[in-house]
Every structure is written in C-alpha cells, then in structure tokens.
C-alpha cells in the first residue's frame, strides 16, 4: 500500500507552492496506513487556483502485488490484471491490466470494495495511466465508482468509445426492459496513448454530476451543439431525477472491459490512485 506522496515525478502540466507537510494515518479496511499529505497547498493550473486535498485513500502497488485485504479481483474471460514492474511508472511497479486480440466476453478488474463514508456521496479521484498501442472503436469500460456488486450495478464510469473519453452513468443492475440502461458523453478529447498521463476526476451522487480533467486540463463534451465541462445525469432520461442514482460511492474500481471483441489486444497501466473529499492533484 502507499507508504508516501512525496518523491514522485510529476507527469502533469502543474504548478504547485509547498506548504506545511502533515503526516496523518487512515484505516482502511482493517489496514493502517501512514500517508504524507501536503496541507495548505495551493495547485496553479489552467482551470485557475484549487487547494490540494487530502486523500482518504491511495495506492502506488510498491508492494510488488495486489493486496487482497484491499483490492478484490474481478476478471472473466482472457483479460488478466496483475501488479508488475512497468517503464515510466512514478516507482517499480504498477497496475497492468492486458486484454488480448479478439477477446470477447472479458473483462480484468482491481475493485476496492470498502470505501469511506466521506466519499459515500461525493468524491474526486486521480490516476496515473498509459494506455497502448490503441484500444480501437469500441465501449470500454476503464474506471467506475458505484455501489457494491459490479458489474450488475449502479455506477458512475469512465470509459473509451471510438478513442474518445466517455464518462457515464450506467445502470446494469436492473433487467433489461425493466429500468436498465445509460447516459454517456462522448468527449472531445481521444485517450493518450503510448504515455504516461494524469486523470482526475470528480464523481457526485447529489446531484448526479461528473468532472475530468486530463493534465490538468478540463474535459468537455459538445453537447447540443455547446461545449460542456460538468456533465450532468437524469435517470430515467427526461424525468428529471438527479439525485442518488447511484446510491452512494461503496467501492470503486480500475481496470478494463471491452463491449465487443478488439481486433488488436491492449494495455492499460495504473499509478498512483487516489481519493478524496476534494481535488488531490498530481503526485508529489
């Protein structure tokens, strides 16, 4: 688990002003973790001034595996996700999830499944990430935060739809016919690829709402016609209902699911994740 956010390379376009460090310790799951945060920093970026939070979670997989008292293990089909010594990573290691050519029915997740009642309705998150050499045309689901039973739930998700960023909501935990189905926002913006990059993003319950942000930098969404960067959910669409469709933030996960089969296999690694109650910023 993550011993320390200090001594890592920035891989974000950011500046940021140190302050007064604070050593604090959070308990997880039954795990103690000693974690040094940065307080009163202050974050200068293109979107403006935001102070750095504190996480209430994070993890930088330099233990060398996948802690089972934290991380459960959701994998179907070929795709296989371990902890491996990975280029370019802020340590020795990452999260390496690999989905193979022309797998269907597959999918490849570490799922922490226990997450604060600070984040219960309301949280931000943020990850290193490389994804190579493409992941193609389809839906693929990347990142989620819902409530517990993933896949067949109700989750907020970022996801890749014809190499563009999609956020989502998704709801998969009622039959089909009987209230199942989605919202997505195609992005503007195709996922990196063959780098190493930083996402953060915000996830809210009340209302439904998400915010990313890529290096920094906001994403958006062209939404009739109109560049939008916070993108709001109803469900079901047109009844104007906002608020609890997910019915709070119990676990979150990283990994990778294709809706279809890929021609060509891919990678997606992970670093440093984090959570917290307000916008965490690079890794320091």
């Given at each position: 688990?993550?011993?320390?956010?200090?001594?890592?390379?920035?891989?974000?376009?950011?500046?940021?002003?140190?302050?007064?460090?604070?050593?604090?310790?959070?308990?997880?799951?039954?795990?103690?973790?000693?974690?040094?945060?940065?307080?009163?920093?202050?974050?200068?970026?293109?979107?403006?001034?935001?102070?750095?939070?504190?996480?209430?979670?994070?993890?930088?997989?330099?233990?060398?595996?996948?802690?089972?008292?934290?991380?459960?293990?959701?994998?179907?089909?070929?795709?296989?996700?371990?902890?491996?010594?990975?280029?370019?990573?802020?340590?020795?290691?990452?999260?390496?999830?690999?989905?193979?050519?022309?797998?269907?029915?597959?999918?490849?997740?570490?799922?922490?499944?226990?997450?604060?009642?600070?984040?219960?309705?309301?949280?931000?998150?943020?990850a290193y990430m490389k994804i190579t050499p493409t992941m193609g045309m389809t839906h693929n689901p990347l990142i989620f935060?819902?409530?517990?039973?993933?896949?067949?739930?109700?989750?907020?998700?970022?996801?890749?739809?014809?190499?563009?960023?999609?956020?989502?909501?998704?709801?998969?935990?009622?039959?089909?016919?009987?209230?199942?189905?989605?919202?997505?926002?195609?992005?503007?913006?195709?996922?990196?690829?063959?780098?190493?990059?930083?996402?953060?993003?915000?996830?809210?319950?009340?209302?439904?709402?998400?915010?990313?942000?890529?290096?920094?930098?906001?994403?958006?969404?062209?939404?009739?016609?109109?560049?939008?960067?916070?993108?709001?959910?109803?469900?079901?669409?047109?009844?104007?209902?906002?608020?609890?469709?997910?019915?709070?933030?119990?676990?979150?996960?990283?990994?990778?699911?294709?809706?279809?089969?890929?021609?060509?296999?891919?990678?997606?690694?992970?670093?440093?994740?984090?959570?917290?109650?307000?916008?965490?910023?690079?890794?320091?």
């Open positions: 688990m993550r011993k320390l956010l200090s001594d890592r390379k920035k891989h974000a376009n950011l500046s940021y002003r140190l302050a007064i460090p604070v050593r604090f310790s959070d308990k997880l799951c039954g795990v103690n973790r000693t974690i040094l945060t940065l307080a009163a920093l202050a974050a200068v970026s293109a979107t403006g001034v935001f102070a750095q939070g504190k996480p209430v979670f994070s993890e930088n997989f330099e233990s060398g595996k996948i802690d089972p008292a934290v991380w459960d293990q959701r994998v179907a089909g070929t795709a296989t996700i371990a902890v491996e010594p990975a280029d370019g990573a802020h340590g020795k290691y990452a999260l390496h999830v690999h989905y193979p050519d022309m797998a269907a029915g597959s999918y490849a997740f570490a799922v922490a499944t226990h997450l604060p009642d600070s984040v219960r309705t309301h949280f931000f998150g943020r935060a819902g409530e517990n039973g993933w896949q067949l739930s109700k989750f907020d998700e970022i996801g890749s739809s014809r190499g563009k960023i999609m956020p989502s909501y998704q709801e998969n935990k009622s039959a089909r016919g009987q209230g199942r189905g989605e919202v997505t926002y195609r992005s503007d913006l195709d996922w990196p690829l063959d780098q190493w990059f930083l996402i953060e993003w915000e996830f809210n319950d009340m209302p439904s709402l998400i915010n990313v942000w890529v290096n920094g930098e906001p994403l958006s969404s062209t939404v009739n016609g109109e560049k939008v960067e916070t993108l709001k959910f109803e469900w079901p669409k047109g009844s104007g209902t906002m608020n609890g469709l997910v019915g709070g933030f119990t676990e979150f996960g990283f990994g990778a699911r294709v809706w279809g089969a890929p021609p060509k296999g891919f990678d997606v690694y992970y670093d440093d994740i984090a959570i917290g109650t307000s916008r965490i910023g690079p890794a320091k």
